[in-house]
């Protein structure tokens, strides 16, 4: 999997994309307030449209396939961690 974060929100609205090695969209994610909760998660915003959502220096990305469901934990500025599920696509 390929995991695209982004701290932009104007002109783009999807801060987290995932997808997988042949070009297929797992997950496209918004981070915005009314979806998380900045406060607990350390999140901060600015005028200028940027979203401090993920741990910039080295952001620690983990993936587990729990009973045939993908969850992906990003680390948060205050090194917690936001979880995010995928569903696998079946072929």
């Keep these: ?3 695209l974060l982004s701290k932009i929100k104007i002109d783009n609205p999807v801060q987290l994309e995932i997808i997988d090695l042949n070009g297929n969209i797992l997950l496209k994610q918004r ?3 009314s979806n998380l909760n900045f406060k607990l998660y350390g999140i901060s915003g600015s005028v200028t449209n940027y ?3 993920y741990f910039e220096e080295k952001p620690k990305i983990q993936i587990n396939e729990i009973n045939g469901e993908i969850e992906i934990g990003i680390e948060t500025p205050n090194h917690n961690t936001i979880k995010f ?3 696998r696509k079946k072929h």
């Design 1 to 3: 999997m390929i995991v």
């Design 31 to 33: 981070i915005k307030e």
């Design 51 to 53: 979203t401090f959502w």
């Design 85 to 87: 599920n995928l569903e």
